[in-house]
Each structure stands twice: as C-alpha cells, then as structure tokens.
C-alpha cells in the first residue's frame, strides 16, 4: 500500500502550489482518490475528491473555484493544483484512496488508504 504526497511548501496569500500524490496499483486502481487536510488543533477534513474515471469532482466549499484535482491514470497520479492561497490553507495535505461507502467522501473515515502528508504554509 503506497501513497506518497509531495510539492508542499511556504507560499505568500495569493500564490499557487500543486501537489502530487504517487500512488501503487493496489491502492489506485479504479478507486475514487482524494485530497484531506489537517491544520494544527483541528480535525483532518476533506479538501477534494475525483473518482476512478475522472468523470466526477468533488470540492469543499471552502476550496471551491480555487483548487482543481485531476489524475492521470496511466502515471497513477492524482494532483491538487491550488490557486489563490489563503493563510488558512495552511496545512498537511494528505492523498488517500479507496472510497468506502457513498459519494462523495466528506470524513477521513471513508477512505481506505493513507500516505504520508505535504506541509503546505501560507503566509499573509
């Protein structure tokens, strides 16, 4: 089982990150993949979600029209690309996949697998 996000970093209120997520065959391979995200004292929550066939999004209201989530199933990639950054989008970002239960996955708990988080940081 393997999923490893990365392209996190310190961005100033107003710039752009996009971030990748290196997924194996087992944990990618017609699963719906996601985007979740843990500030520090708060809960992680769901950022974003694409289903297996790319058909399908879904985003927070808090994200919406500012980040984009895409996957390319031939590299088993899935990427966030985030635009307009805020301060509170500062962050762990974390890739899952493996939806289990209905669309889309709102709570942590719905998905099966979990990589190691980016920190993403933005100043104002």
């Known amino acids: 089982v393997q999923l490893q996000a990365s392209g996190g970093g310190w961005v100033q209120a107003g710039g752009s990150l996009r971030l990748s997520c290196a997924a194996s065959?087992?944990?990618?391979?017609?699963?719906?993949m996601g985007w979740f995200r843990q500030a520090p004292g708060k809960e992680r929550e769901s950022v974003a979600a694409?289903?297996?066939?790319?058909?399908?999004?879904y985003y927070a209201d808090s994200v919406k029209g500012r980040f984009t989530i895409s996957r390319d199933n031939a590299k088993i990639m899935v990427y966030l690309e985030m635009f307009s950054l805020k301060p509170e989008d500062t962050a762990v970002y974390y890739c899952?996949?493996?939806?289990?239960?209905?669309?889309?996955?709102?709570?942590?708990?719905?998905?099966?697998?979990w990589g190691k988080g980016t920190q993403v940081t933005v100043s104002s």
């Open positions: 065959w087992r944990t990618f391979s017609r699963r719906h």
């Open positions: 899952a996949g493996g939806l289990q239960g209905s669309w889309p996955p709102t709570q942590p708990a719905a998905m099966k697998y």
């Open positions: 694409i289903k297996w066939t790319g058909n399908s999004t």
